[in-house]
């Protein structure tokens, strides 16, 4: 009886069991700051039940059996998602996060600002990185009005305030952008990326960009100041990430082809193939650049390979790589003293300078999504490179070349490492917040090598047969590890807070030799001095973050963050012998913190500014001062000491003509200005003579402003830019000595550029005038190469370029 009574009660909890209701619950938010996504449409399964969202994003699905479901997210505002879910024997609750694209606020399009401007700004989480509170720009070189084919800085970073732009490249093969007084020398002071992993010649020991990708390839250039440090690394300047144009998603194939040809024997050639097909989605370009330019003894030869190769291995994982070949070959005309400039700035007295770059990046990335709330990416990376020199460089810049050796200084890397960030949206109580978390490895090899070279002109860049012609020959291996956590924390839809640690490990490592060779008056080598070196130094230390966002109305964000900042030195370029400087052996790491405070707008197609102020602390500042080596003045450089640089950098842009018209018209007008007011100190020096002087390469005055004008499918664009004057050296000098690199100022300037496009059909034709009053100038004043001496600006150039898109 009592067996029978049991059986009969078990069946009865089975069956209760089996036909147990339960409910499934949640929220929606967007991904990008977490706020709640009212009336999105919550679908279950293929659309048997659906229900809208409350106005804090809720939903609910009752009376719902065990099994697997389907969530199907829906929103006029949201990109489509959905996700599994299962019930066994309890209620469910999820939190759903869903990715933005466009928004209806107030009759105005909320739409990514770079659909009308060319230019916008980093969302508070975008791309596994989170941005909120962050100085940020973001550039989209495909929508500007701009010569692209010869990558021209001054137009392409336009809408970013205050960044100071050598421009004695007229090519733009390099790119060397400094801001806020840091030296712009091949853009060294920044973390500079593609795709998000490390291009230059060594992140740690030798941070300078030979390799700038073309900006025909390039998708966003994103690019955030000094609170970057935490995510990308700690130098002051922050980051800038090349993101590269990505597959085209509804063709199997689509090719984009232009030809340049323009002034100075100018020509580019671009060609790119896009596409996708299945769970293979590619894209690829081959670019060739040539001229002579704008100086005798300039010609240049560049080539550009990339590939970007992805597979979808599920709706939630996926695997890409990268390929970059780039090289060139290009001939440098040296540099010029005052008195020479001012006779003819397309003078060179240099027929046998050469400069040769090869330059190869491997990367493989994995992205994994776990939940709509949790995400995984790892990065891993690999540069092998070289970057060869030889010339006749002596220290003053008018002597005449005696066709004696030439200087020839070789350095090759072998650098890999790998990235890997966590990204995970959680609650707790009613706090919602964003946790990023990362760890980083990076292994860095860098040999260099000096000695002389031939007596020939041609590019050869080989060693004379004789081991006594190397005076240099080091080997550095470096080691980094670092270990990242940022954690936004969102206090109600107007006010968040985004804290973050760094942890940093440094091991560098210098073996090898350097000396002194001495010549009899006929040339022969009569004495070699060799002193062998091994030197080790391991450092590691924390840095931290704060950054803060409040929207107290729509489209206005008012963001600030304040940042530590670390910029270690390695003994990679302490010993290169350079006569016309001299570098103190007893160099030390460079340590502050930048402050950002501003108010911007949201993301808007009619509208769009950015107006901060900010303080940079600098402290061991290294930099330049004139000292005598008891023969003649030379340029040092060391720890100069403590500088502050602080100032209002602004930024703004608007759709006239959308702005006061209300109906549909086709023409556009946009008007944008950018403009940076800067003071910059050193408080304190052990070095005379620099203590309240100015910090070099800080124009008080940075301004950039120019007009669009559209009609239809025509466009032009218009680009007035002035710099003040600026310093090249911590003792202020106004005059520059015999060598022209020793001291000097580097007088204001104003260059103005056009550019004109129509586009018809598949067909796009562009023209345009670079410098177009055709000023003559110069914004640097180089220690070594291309130089010494100043290097002058090109003169007025024309391009036409023909696009065709299939």
């Known amino acids: 009886m009592r067996s029978r009574a049991f059986n009969i009660l078990f069946c009865c909890l089975v069956a209760t069991v089996s036909l147990a209701q339960h409910k499934l619950s949640g929220v929606v938010r967007s991904d990008e700051d977490s706020t709640a996504v ?35 997210y829906t929103s006029s505002g949201f990109r489509y998602s959905k996700e599994d879910v299962t019930i066994s024997n309890a209620d469910q609750y999820v939190r759903a996060y869903i990715h933005p694209f466009r928004e209806t606020l107030q009759e105005v399009m909320i739409t990514d600002a770079s659909s009308t401007f060319g230019a916008t700004r980093m969302h508070a989480v975008e791309n596994m990185g989170i941005y909120e509170g962050k100085k940020s720009d973001v550039i989209i070189p495909e929508k500007l009005v701009a010569n692209l084919a010869t990558n021209n800085p001054r137009q392409v970073y336009s809408r970013v305030a205050g960044l100071n732009i050598w421009e004695n490249d007229g090519a733009g093969i390099q790119l060397s952008i400094g801001g806020r007084g840091l030296d712009p020398n ?94 293979v989605s590619y894209y690829t370009f081959f670019q060739y650049k040539r001229g002579d330019g704008w100086r005798a003894n300039s010609e240049f030869d560049n080539h550009t390979f990339y590939a970007n190769i992805n597979y979808a291995i599920t709706t939630k994982t996926s695997l890409g790589i990268d390929i970059t070949k780039m090289g060139y070959l290009a001939k440098q005309p040296g540099g010029l003293t005052d008195e020479m400039f001012a006779e003819n700035p397309r003078q060179t007295n240099r027929e046998r300078n050469w400069f040769q770059v090869d330059w190869n990046l491997l990367a493989l990335h994995v992205d994994h999504k776990f939940s709509s709330s949790a995400e995984f990416n790892i990065r891993l990376f690999g540069l092998s490179a070289s970057r060869y020199s030889v010339g006749f460089r002596p220290n003053r810049v008018a002597t005449v070349d005696d066709n004696s050796e030439r200087d020839l200084i070789r350095g090759e890397f072998e650098n890999w490492g790998g990235e890997v960030r966590y990204l995970k949206r959680y609650q ?39 081991e006594e012609a190397i005076t240099y020959d080091y080997r550095f291996p470096n080691r980094n590890t670092s270990l990242f ?65 409040y929207k107290p109305v729509p489209f206005v964000d008012i963001y600030s963050n304040v940042s530590q900042n670390y910029r270690s030195i390695t003994f990679n370029d302490m010993r290169i012998s350079n006569p016309s400087a001299v570098i103190d052996p007893n160099l030390e790491d460079e340590r502050g913190y930048s402050f950002d405070f501003g108010v911007r707008s949201d993301q808007t197609s009619l509208f769009n500014y950015d107006v901060s102020v900010f303080y940079l602390n600098y402290d061991n500042r290294i930099g330049e001062i004139l000292k005598s080596n008891g023969y003649n003045d030379v340029r040092s450089r060391g720890n100069i000491g403590h500088a502050v640089i602080q100032g209002v950098e602004a930024y703004g842009e608007a759709d006239m003509i959308s702005l006061l018209s209300s109906a549909d018209t086709p023409w556009t007008g946009v008007i944008f200005n950018n403009i940076a007011l800067i003071h ?48 090249s050296d911590a003792t202020n000098a106004k005059e520059g000595v015999a060598s022209a690199a020793i001291g000097g100022l580097i007088p204001a300037y104003s260059v103005m550029d056009l550019t004109l496009s129509y586009t018809y059909k598949k067909f796009c034709l562009e023209t345009s005038v670079n410098n177009l009053a055709d000023r003559m100038y110069y914004t640097r004043r180089a220690t070594g190469y291309p130089g010494p001496g100043i290097l002058p600006s090109d003169g007025r150039s024309f391009f036409v370029t023909l696009r065709a898109k299939i």
């Open 38 to 72: 009212k009336e999105c449409i919550v679908f279950l399964n293929e659309g048997t039940r659906s229900a809208p969202t409350d106005k804090a994003g809720r939903f609910i699905f009752d009376d719902l059996p065990n099994g697997v479901y389907t969530l199907h």
């Open 186 to 279: 091949r853009t060294s002071n920044f973390n500079v990326r593609q795709n998000g992993y490390d291009i230059s010649a060594d992140a740690l020991g030798y941070p300078e960009s030979y390799y700038t990708p073309p900006a025909e390839g390039i998708g966003k250039i994103q690019i955030v100041r000094g609170a970057a440090s935490l995510q990308y690394g700690t130098q002051f300047g922050g980051l800038i990430n090349f993101s590269m144009k990505r597959p085209v998603p509804n063709k199997k194939i689509e090719l984009t082809a232009s030809q340049t040809v323009g002034s100075f024997g100018f020509y580019n050639a671009f060609t790119s193939l896009s596409g996708t097909f299945n769970k």
């Open 428 to 466: 707790i109580k009613k706090i919602h917040s964003v946790l990023l978390a990362g760890a980083r490895y990076y292994h860095g090899f860098n040999h260099s090598m000096q000695g002389f070279g031939s007596t020939g002109s041609n590019p050869d860049f080989n060693f004379i047969n004789s």
């Open 485 to 549: 956590l940022e954690n936004i924390l969102y206090v109600n839809d107007k006010l968040s807070f985004t804290p973050g640690l760094r942890f940093e490990h440094i091991n560098t490592t210098a073996e090898g030799f350097y000396g002194s060779v001495s010549k009899d008056l006929a040339g022969n080598i009569i004495d070699v001095q060799r002193y062998d070196e091994a030197l080790n130094n391991v450092r590691h230390f924390v840095i931290a973050g704060l950054g803060i966002s």
């Open 680 to 727: 910059s100190e050193y408080k304190s020096s052990d070095a005379p003579g620099v203590t309240g002087k100015e910090v070099e390469f800080v124009p008080a005055v940075n301004l950039k402003s120019g007009v669009r004008i559209g009609y239809k499918n025509l466009r032009g664009s218009f680009q007035y830019s002035y710099l003040s004057q600026q310093y």
